[in-house]
């Protein structure tokens, strides 16, 4: 990338408005990497979780903070890793990381309505159980949800960044509460001892692999995602940065205290993988009655809410990413048309809010298909990890013509370059029964695949018809001198495709 097309990018990003500032980052930072089932499944592991956390935050979750802030602060651009992938490895490969993480967040948005709908019901207890498994009643709130968010985007980062922060605020307050009760059953006399962070070493197995790989990509991955809104957010190569280093120690804290309170207060062989954290809340709760009987239902409500805000951060971040290879050219230019009061991309974020309406549509066809849930879940994960490998790839085989990055971030990334590639290649193996693992291997990596067939074929056109304009222009522009009969004033460029993949030339500097 020139000098000069930076500059494109930030003319670009000029019309959108800067609302994020350090606090609303940070939030941010916390809402999207904190998951919530995470805590459940390191629990599994009983008090070898500990080891576990600390080797996916050693080979993973710090080299991810490490390359994060360094790009961030090199290259702060709307769009992010996208652009971060076509300074160091190229176009095509930039439009694959935009095009898997579009893929990607389609398949968590088709899914969080119904989330919503199974912890709405599971907040109001046994008279709502008619409704589990109700497709009218799951498709209804899907869809208004859906609407929310849509309406929310349009209005922009400065509604929609303060239900990021409300959900933030009230998953922190909910992590808190987790974390308090070991210690409250310690002073009531209801649990004999508690050691937080007491740790035995695991084994070395392909099972422990497999969730160590799981709590490393899937469970603290995400900090790239602030730096796709770079363009909206305020002092953007200070700001992102300073949220990552805000946040790193916070999110680690509230991973290991967390799971350490659900193996303290339920058994490990009930341990709920779904929600791990309204049951430990009604474990910690459920014996003590009275008023203290209200806080379970307001835990289920902050943990919804989080949900609720995380699929906002999601939507947001995604719908940009149509928007930034619009301006590249590689999608129709429709997709970069900003509102005229709202400076926020409408046609896309309708575009993205009708997929995952249709996506959500399809997956209640299949409710209570494991199998499928497992199959689609897995492969959501492998397009993710895939950017991984990209993000990772960066500092250690791109940017050359911007000066290699410095030995230790290339070190580092190599950590998170080797754990995201360990995911992805496990990912193909199931957590639940299946009739045959051969068939469920083959079935995942043939839709992911095709998926990226797919989006390579987009790429290859969209160039085609980049290479046919250009030389169309420098056609006419050869007409124009021929017939002005001035050849001083003759100026024509052409690029075949093959120039239009190559990584392109930078000039920023630190």
């Known amino acids: 990338m020139t000098a000069t097309e930076v500059r494109g990018v930030e003319r670009h990003s000029a019309a959108l408005r800067k609302e994020l500032g350090l606090t609303d980052l940070v939030l941010t930072q916390i809402l999207y990497v904190v998951g919530l089932s995470w805590v459940g499944t390191a629990a599994k592991l009983g008090t070898a979780q500990i080891a576990f956390w600390l080797a996916a935050m050693a080979l993973f979750y710090l080299p991810q903070a490490a390359v994060v802030v360094h790009l961030s602060r090199r290259f702060p651009l709307e769009?992010?890793?996208?652009?971060?992938?076509k300074l160091g490895l190229g176009g095509a490969v930039a439009f694959l990381v935009a095009w898997n993480l579009w893929i990607y967040a389609i398949v968590l948005l088709g899914a969080f309505g119904i989330q919503v709908a199974n912890a709405a019901i599971y907040a109001a207890g046994p008279t709502a159980a008619w409704l589990s498994g109700n497709r009218?009643?799951?498709?209804?709130?899907?869809?208004v949800l859906l609407a929310a968010l849509v309406l929310v985007s349009i209005r922009g980062l400065s509604l929609s960044k303060w239900v990021h922060n409300v959900g933030s605020v009230l998953l922190l307050g909910a992590f808190a509460l987790l974390v308090a009760l070991p210690f409250i059953g310690l002073a009531r006399g209801t649990l004999r001892s508690y050691h937080p962070f007491g740790m035995t070493a695991p084994a070395l197995t392909l099972f422990n692999l497999n969730v160590f790989s799981k709590l490393a990509v899937g469970g603290l991955s995400g900090f790239e995602y602030a730096a796709v809104l770079a363009g909206e957010a305020r002092d953007a190569e200070r700001t992102i940065a300073r949220s990552v280093i805000v946040a790193v120690p916070v999110i680690a804290l509230m991973f290991?205290?967390?799971?350490?309170?659900?193996?303290?207060?339920?058994?490990?062989?009930?341990?709920?993988?779904?929600?791990?954290?309204p049951q430990a809340f009604r474990a910690g709760f459920g014996a003590l009655g009275g008023a203290l009987g209200v806080v379970i239902p307001f835990a289920v409500f902050a943990v919804t809410a989080r949900t609720i805000a995380n699929s906002s951060v999601l939507f947001t971040a995604t719908t940009r990413m149509p928007m930034v290879t619009g301006w590249d050219d590689l999608m129709p230019g429709w997709f970069a048309r900003l509102h005229?009061?709202?400076?926020?991309?409408?046609?896309?974020?309708?575009?993205?809010g009708a997929c995952a309406l249709v996506f959500c549509a399809a997956g209640m066809a299949g409710v209570g298909e494991q199998e499928a849930f497992q199959l689609l879940d897995n492969a959501a994960g492998i397009f993710y990890g895939l950017t991984y490998l990209v993000l990772f790839a960066v500092p250690l085989v791109g940017l050359r013509a911007a000066g290699r990055a410095p030995w230790w971030l290339r070190a580092a990334a190599l950590a998170g370059f080797a754990t995201s590639a360990l995911y992805v290649v496990l990912s193909v193996v199931p957590i639940v029964?299946?009739?045959?693992?051969?068939?469920?291997?083959?079935?995942?990596?043939?839709?992911?695949?095709?998926?990226?067939?797919?989006g390579a074929t987009l790429y290859v056109r969209a160039r085609r018809r980049a290479a046919a304009h250009i030389e169309s222009v420098s056609r006419g522009d050869a007409e124009n001198a021929e017939t002005d009969k001035d050849p001083?004033?003759?100026s024509a460029y052409s690029a075949s495709p093959r120039e239009l993949d190559q990584p392109p030339r930078v000039?920023?500097?630190d």
């Open 488 to 490: 001083l004033q003759f």
């Open 79 to 85: 769009g992010g890793l996208y652009q971060w992938a």
């Open 340 to 352: 005229p009061r709202f400076r926020t991309p409408v046609n896309s974020i309708l575009f993205v």
């Open 256 to 277: 290991m205290l967390g799971t350490s309170s659900v193996l303290a207060l339920v058994p490990i062989d009930r341990i709920d993988l779904v929600g791990p954290i």
């Open 433 to 454: 029964a299946v009739e045959s693992r051969l068939a469920f291997a083959l079935k995942i990596g043939g839709l992911v695949m095709a998926a990226n067939l797919l």
């Open 507 to 509: 000039t920023v500097h």
């Open 136 to 143: 009218a009643f799951m498709g209804a709130v899907s869809g």
